[in-house]
Antibody
Framework: QVELQESGPGLVKPSETLSLTCTVSGNPITSYYWSWIRQPPGKGLEWIAYMYYSATTKYSPSLKSRVTISVDTSKNQLSLQLSSVTAADTAVYYC??????????WGQGILVTVSS | QSALTQPASVSGSPGQSITISCTGT?????????VSWYYQHPAKAPQLLIYDVSKRPSAVSDRFSGSKSGNMASLTISGLQAEDEADYYC??????????FGGGTKLTVL
């Protein structure tokens, strides 16, 4: 069974960089594409980016200038960095497996609040 | 890339059928047959219901069905059950090689 678990700081200061990790179990991270998706409190879902371990990467046009995602195959982990954060970046951040042109397995999500 | 347009809420009684619409453009829904649907219970992660417009993962009930016409996709739930009460989101691949979600629809089972 595929399981994804997000981890990282729950509070980030404005203008700093948000850094999250997603640990994947039950599936080699080299076998699929992986994605980050976020959801501001009380709002809808927003796709952030996806990548394949061999460096194929796509970013949301609206976040592209601030986002970096990467994969650590030795740890079976996916990472997200979002720079210059503001209150508008406060959200639950999910990692998800991308397969058959959809997101079929999701982590439980992690709430990240941007506040001083 | 603008979000896809969904009704904010729909409702139905147990046993009835309801349809949730998802309107996009020729750059997303109209461009590919890569529409997916997700449901989300409060404080839970989204779960995949439909992919490639109308295909269901093996664990998903056949009460859920999807379709598409032009720039609009639809999700139909038949035989409505109390546990179907949730938020529903559509999503589409776009000509910008990105993904866009709808704003979500809250389904209330009366």
């Amino acid at each position: 069974q595929v399981e994804l678990q997000e981890s990282g700081p729950g509070l980030v200061k404005p203008s700093e960089t948000l850094s999250l990790t997603c640990t994947v179990s039950g599936n080699p991270i080299t076998s699929y594409y992986w994605s980050w998706i976020r959801q501001p409190p009380g709002k809808g879902l927003e796709w952030i980016a996806y990548m394949y371990y061999s460096a194929t990467t796509k970013y949301s046009p609206s976040l592209k200038s601030r986002v970096t995602i990467s994969v650590d195959t030795s740890k079976n982990q996916l990472s997200l960095q979002l720079s210059s954060v503001t209150a508008a970046d406060t959200a639950v951040y999910y990692c998800a497996r991308y397969d058959r042109r959809s997101f079929d397995y999701w982590g439980q999500g992690i709430l990240v609040t941007v506040s001083s | 890339q603008s979000a896809l347009t969904q009704p904010a809420s729909v409702s139905g009684s147990p046993g009835q059928s309801i349809t949730i619409s998802c309107t996009g453009t020729s750059s997303d829904i109209g461009a590919y047959n890569y529409v997916s649907w997700y449901y989300q219970h409060p404080a839970k992660a989204p779960q995949l219901l439909i992919y490639d417009v109308s295909k269901r993962p093996s664990a998903v009930s056949d009460r859920f069905s999807g379709s598409k016409s032009g720039n609009m996709a639809s999700l139909t739930i038949s035989g409505l059950q109390a546990e179907d009460e949730a938020d529903y989101y559509c999503s589409s691949y776009t000509t910008s090689s990105s993904w866009v979600f709808g704003g979500g629809t809250k389904l209330t089972v009366l």
